[in-house]
């Protein structure tokens, strides 16, 4: 329990930014003269994605500061310990894949727009819906956000993470989570494709002008788009469904609906191992205005790994068979 206050006090006290860009030059090129986006990139990183309040309007950590956190973070573990009554453990350490450095830039949030580094309100009265890993929340459905669920009834009751239907770090937009944190990335002059390893959900976006499809057809990944401008690979994704969120960040729930989200992305190569993402959430109805966040995401030599959720996956048969005991001895008493 003390590592976990550790863990949420270094947070919020000092928050981190991952990866040291290194030195800016000309990107490597494709045979028909674009920057060559391609590779697998690991987006890992500790920084929070808005400032903490107790960060004020510091918007950069000092190199101290930086280097203070990644030797705080690299002593934390998180370790088996006996289950209570009644409690679902997650994983423990040897599971997870956050990262432990800061990027170069040593900004304190991965949101740069607005600068205060925090999400914008919501619009009056705009949809939020929580829920919680391990316990029964009244809700409702469907069930927008990722992980946790409203209770254990049937599989429609729990996030769309939980049921092997979206990836929770896959976005789109893509953001750090615990782990399976890599994108591959393939190019053409006609075509990208960005693969995520969690879930490895393939996004094919055509880059040859083409229109969006008809508003009336919704997609889990919506409708993506893509065009140059200048060196940098712009796609442009409408025509998400309304049964995930506009904007889910793990912490605050599910924010909105898909059906009002207009996502514009951003894919620019700084140098050999650094591939800046970008991305712009554009949502009047559920905030009161756009944000943006830029993760700049290291080149991973490694390969990219199957993430066969449902192939083997007995979490949702576990989940509700035990809730099936807990309901039977709850009569039983």
Not at 192 to 219: C, F, K, S, Y
Request: with cysteine; net charge negative; proline share 7%.
């Amino acid at each position: 329990m003390m590592r976990i206050v550790f863990i949420a006090l270094a947070l919020l006290v000092t928050p981190l930014v991952v990866q040291a860009q290194t030195e800016a030059g000309e990107p490597p090129r494709t045979a028909d003269g674009r920057p060559d986006l391609q590779g697998v990139w690991d987006f890992r990183t500790i920084t929070p994605l808005q400032r903490p309040a107790a960060l004020g309007d510091k918007a950069v950590l000092t190199a101290e500061e930086a280097a203070q956190i990644e030797a705080q973070w690299a002593g934390v573990k998180f370790f088996d310990r006996p289950a209570r009554e009644g409690e679902v453990i997650a994983y423990n350490d040897f599971w997870l894949d956050l990262g432990t450095s800061v990027v170069g830039t040593r900004r304190t949030s991965l949101i740069v727009d607005p600068p205060d580094g925090q999400l914008p309100p919501l619009v009056p009265n705009g949809f939020r819906q929580v829920g919680s890993l391990d316990a029964d929340l009244p809700g409702q459905r469907p069930v927008l956000y990722r992980a946790g669920g409203i209770g254990a009834d049937g599989p429609e009751d729990r996030g769309v993470g939980v049921r092997c239907i979206l990836g929770f770090n896959s976005g789109p937009p893509i953001m750090p989570s615990g782990y399976n944190n890599n994108m591959q990335l393939f190019q053409t002059p006609d075509h990208v494709v960005v693969l995520t390893e969690m879930v490895h959900d393939a996004r094919v976006i055509p880059l040859d002008g083409r229109g969006h499809l008809p508003e009336n057809i919704q997609q889990w990944n919506g409708d993506s788009r893509g065009h140059w401008e200048g060196d940098t690979l712009v796609v442009e994704t409408t025509n998400f469904t309304g049964k995930t969120a506009s904007f889910n960040d793990g912490l605050s729930g599910a924010m909105g609906t898909g059906e009002t989200l207009h996502l514009t992305e951003r894919f620019t190569r700084v140098d050999a191992e650094t591939l800046l993402y970008e991305y712009t959430i554009d949502d009047p109805k559920t905030f009161t205005r756009p944000f943006t966040v830029a993760q700049p995401m290291r080149r991973n030599s490694a390969q990219m790994f199957e993430y066969a959720c449902h192939e083997g996956n007995y979490g949702m048969t576990n989940m509700l068979t035990g809730a099936r005991i807990q309901e039977a001895a709850a009569v039983a008493r």
